[in-house]
């Protein structure tokens, strides 16, 4: 059974760092691109970040670049977030994102996930 838990979520000023962690099991996360994608409180889906299944390729949204790093530790099945110099508007449930297929591109801007976490909330307010 394919599960992915996230946790590091929390409270955090303006200006303040969180790093976020997935942890994956039931499938070989070492052959997917992996993706965090979030949900701010009234809105849809926003794509963040997308890591390639290597951990040599990124994409970030252009609303995060600079800001947030994605990695991932193929070893330990885990995918992070490291989050710096946040915004009340960075303020959402984040999830992480399995692509569907270990072959799909992380360069197209069509992206299919067969599984998703329970979310983790993150709130960036003084």
């Known amino acids: 059974e394919v599960q992915l838990v996230e946790s590091g979520g929390g409270l955090v000023q303006p200006g303040g760092s969180l790093r976020l962690s997935c942890a994956a099991s039931?499938?070989?996360?070492?052959?997917?691109?992996m993706s965090w994608v979030r949900q701010a409180p009234g809105k849809g889906l926003e794509w963040v970040s997308t890591?390639?299944?290597?951990?040599?390729?990124?994409r970030y949204a252009d609303s995060v670049k600079g800001r947030f790093t994605i990695s991932r530790d193929n070893a330990k099945n885990t995918l992070y977030l490291q989050m710096n110099s946040l915004k009340p508007e960075d303020t959402a449930v984040y999830y992480c994102?399995?692509?569907?297929?270990?072959?799909?591109?992380?360069?197209?801007?069509?992206?299919?996930?067969?599984?998703w976490g329970q979310g983790t909330q993150v709130t960036v307010s003084s």
């Open positions: 039931g499938f070989t996360f070492s052959s997917y691109p």
């Open positions: 890591l390639s299944s290597g951990g040599f390729s990124t």
């Open positions: 994102a399995k692509y569907r297929r270990t072959y799909d591109s992380i360069w197209t801007e069509k992206r299919e996930y067969d599984y």
